[in-house]
């Protein structure tokens, strides 16, 4: 039989003192490269030292710690209102005087294809916000929206047709200040049209608006409540259907009221959510299905509802550069 190798043409009894060789090279390297190799100092004879190695399982490892879930808390409209009438920030390291009613561009960010400018903002921070804000709420607590990008000429440079300019990009997360305790910051990308550079912007005009849930409260079914409706303020949830760890709920009411979902088994352990929808086609006042799927069956679901919304709306004009 013949071998062919890079167009060579081999029988294979001719391959045979090749391979035998081959295999010779090998092992002696193999050998070479076992052995330890020594500085000239290091060749008198020493006492070979062992080091015992801890097991694998035995050697100590640190998970990051992860923060509890918390129950909203009712918070009351005269909360919110004494929590952001607190005094404005006026100076705070790169956030210099930035506050709820007068932004600054602090950041600034350019991409050839996708133009934007970031606006950073600091305002008082909202009582018990960070337990509503959680990844499973369907509506965003604030956000900022633009009127008009102007530039040196007077032309409206916003690009308004820009799908990051659309929500969910137009929220906010806002996120304690460690070097100023009962503040809060964001940011926000601003997109503008393409070919805009930053010396062209000449004033931004905007608002910050916030969607602050009034007296947050809970309404619990369980497993065995099928068909049972209940309301808490102006809304109303019936529980349809519950398929092992799938519930099946229809909300009447305000959109923006429902806040977000808790599962417990029956001793109590909080289950997490797998995945949840809501066809809230706009926030407004109409009826929608809600699912939520837990990753295990769970032996009650409370579902945080607000009695109403409070909403502060802080227009801004920002001239660049004052």
Not at 100 to 120: C, M, N, Q, R, S
Not at 197 to 206: F, P, V, Y
Not at 218 to 227: Q, R
């Amino acid at each position: 039989m013949l071998t062919h190798l890079q167009g060579v043409c081999y029988t294979r009894t001719s391959l045979m003192p090749l391979i035998l060789l081959l295999s010779l090279v090998l092992s002696a390297f193999s050998t070479l490269i076992a052995l330890p190799i020594r500085s000239p100092s290091q060749l008198t004879s020493r006492p070979e030292v062992t080091i015992d190695l801890p097991h694998v399982s035995d050697v100590p490892t640190s998970t990051p710690e992860v923060p509890p879930v918390l129950e909203p808390l009712p918070v009351s409209r005269e909360q919110y209102e004494a929590a952001l009438n607190r005094p404005a920030v006026n100076s705070l390291d790169s956030l210099a005087s930035t506050t709820y009613l007068g932004l600054e561009i602090h950041w600034k960010e350019f991409d050839a294809f996708f133009p934007y400018v970031t606006l950073g903002l600091a305002l008082p921070e909202v009582p018990e916000i960070e337990r509503v804000r959680e990844a499973n709420t369907f509506t965003r607590t604030a956000r900022l929206t633009i009127a008009r990008v102007l530039n040196r000429a007077g032309k409206d440079v916003y690009d308004k047709k820009s799908s990051f300019e659309e929500s969910p990009f137009d929220g906010l997360d806002f996120q304690p200040i460690q070097e100023l305790p009962g503040y809060a910051e964001a940011e926000r990308q601003v997109h503008v049209q393409k070919g805009v550079k930053e010396a062209d912007i000449h004033s931004i005009e905007g608002q910050v608006i916030l969607d602050l849930p009034v007296n947050v409260r809970p309404i619990e079914f369980t497993p065995s409540e099928v068909g049972m409706t209940k309301t808490q303020a102006s809304s109303t949830v019936s529980l349809i259907a519950v398929n092992d760890s799938e519930y099946e709920f229809q909300f009447t009411g305000d959109a923006r009221n429902f806040i977000r979902f808790f599962g417990y088994d029956a001793t109590g352990r909080r289950v997490p959510i797998a995945s949840h929808t809501a066809d809230f086609a706009e926030v407004q006042e109409h009826t929608a299905p809600l699912f939520v799927t837990f990753s295990e069956p769970v032996a009650r679901v409370k579902m945080f509802i607000a009695e109403d919304i409070l909403t502060k709306t802080y227009p801004f004009h920002l001239v660049v550069g004052k």
